[in-house]
Every structure is written in C-alpha cells, then in structure tokens.
C-alpha cells in the first residue's frame, strides 16, 4: 500500500458530463501529481501541486482543472467529457518536498465515457 | 526531445531468465532516471534508480546500466521469477521538472 488513496475506483459516465476524481496524499507529503495512462499513450503529466499551488503542468487539456485543499488532497475536475478521456487516471505524491524523485502512487481512477 | 523512447513493447522469458528492458533519451540535461513497476490494478512503484554520475547500480536481482555517452540505460532482471512479471516504466528527469516516462514494457515470466 502506496499510502495514497484515490476514489473512486471506477467511474462510468457519458460524453458531455462532468467527474471529479478525488486523491490523498500519504501523510507528510506536500507534492501531488496527476497523470493519465492509456494504452496507446502510456504514463502522461497532467499537473503537480505543491502545498496547495501549482506548480507544474504538463498536457491537460482546459476542459480539465485541478486544485489542491488547504488539508492536501486535492481534485481533478474532467468536464465536457469525451470517448478519448477513458482510461486511467493516477495520482502521486512526493515524499522529496517540492521533487519528484521518488513518487508514490495511488492505484488509480478507471474512467470509462461511453 | 523530452521523449524517453522503451523497448520492447512485451518480453517473455522463462523462469531464472535475465529480461533487459532498454530505454534511450535524448535530452542531456535528464540527471535522474528511475523504473517503475507496475502490477495490475496497482499503481507504479518505485524500483530503483540511477544518476548519471555512475554507470550501473544494483538492487538485490535489479540492476540498472547507464551509458551516457550513448545516453541510454536499462534495465536487468536477474533470476526472474514469475512474480515480477508486471509492467515496467523507464522514465527521466532535471531538476525539479516533470518525470517523463516511456511507454513502458509488459514483461511476462514463464514458470
């Protein structure tokens, strides 16, 4: 067990709709990153959060946002979904503040848009 | 050039086998470069990691090579045994950037 939970596990909706995924941190660690795997594009960076701010991004598109609460579980909200935003969506944390050398990984949100 | 390109795709070896899984870059700024192991259902985990500083580094039967001038590494099994058959993530990183991973390898151990 990573120490990072992320819910829920599965999520099926329908395209046009809005989800949020939902993610904890392991106790102590400031840093959360949110990454999309699928088959054909393997593990991608989406956006890391320190202590609440942003701090990096990487390829989300702007039908999705994310945030970080002041008690470090942060959210990642996919709205105007479509059948390509299907796959896996990971959250990490970082035990390095502010690194990413060593990432622990939740066991990840299956998101299904039929 | 922030791509880290893995291969193979999928590797099959028999028990006691040494699977090497390879991967290259080409960003020569990338001063870290960890695998990760990843089981179905589960997220990727840490398994070891190097620096350019060093050309190889064991872990118990895992052990990383690193050639920078040819600015590749990978990854060797010893001894493999059917429960590290998992997919494997190479990935590489500078400073406080984002880790990039490459498209990782399904390595399979046959009993």
């Known amino acids: 067990d990573s120490g990072v939970t992320q819910t829920p596990k599965h999520l099926i909706t329908a395209t046009g709709q809005r989800v949020t995924l939902r993610c904890s941190p392991r106790?102590?660690?400031?840093?959360v990153y949110w990454y999309q795997q699928s088959l054909d594009q393997g593990l991608q960076f989406l956006i890391q959060y320190y202590n609440g701010e942003e701090r990096a991004k990487g390829n989300i598109l702007e039908r999705f946002s994310a945030q970080q609460f002041p008690d470090l579980h942060s959210e990642l909200n996919l709205s105007s979904l479509e059948l390509g935003d299907s796959a896996l969506y990971f959250c990490?944390?970082?035990?390095?503040?502010?690194?990413?050398?060593?990432?622990?990984f939740g066991s990840g949100t299956q998101l299904s848009v039929l | 050039q922030q791509q880290v390109k893995q291969s193979p795709q999928s590797l099959i070896v028999q028990k006691g086998g040494i699977p090497i899984i390879n991967c290259a870059y080409e960003?020569?700024?990338?001063?870290?470069f960890p695998w990760y192991q990843q089981f179905p259902g589960k997220g990727p985990a840490l398994l070891i990691a190097i620096r350019p500083d060093v050309s190889e580094k064991k872990e118990g039967r895992f052990t990383i090579s690193f050639n920078k001038s040819a600015k590749q590494f990978s990854l060797h099994i010893m001894d493999s045994q059917p429960g590290d058959s998992a997919t494997y993530f190479c990935a590489a990183s500078y400073g406080f950037q984002k880790l990039v991973f490459g498209t990782g390898t399904r390595l399979l151990v046959s009993p």
């Open positions: 106790s102590g660690d400031l840093s």
């Open positions: 960003n020569t700024a990338f001063d870290y």
């Open positions: 990490a944390s970082s035990d390095v503040q502010g690194s990413n050398e060593k990432l622990f």
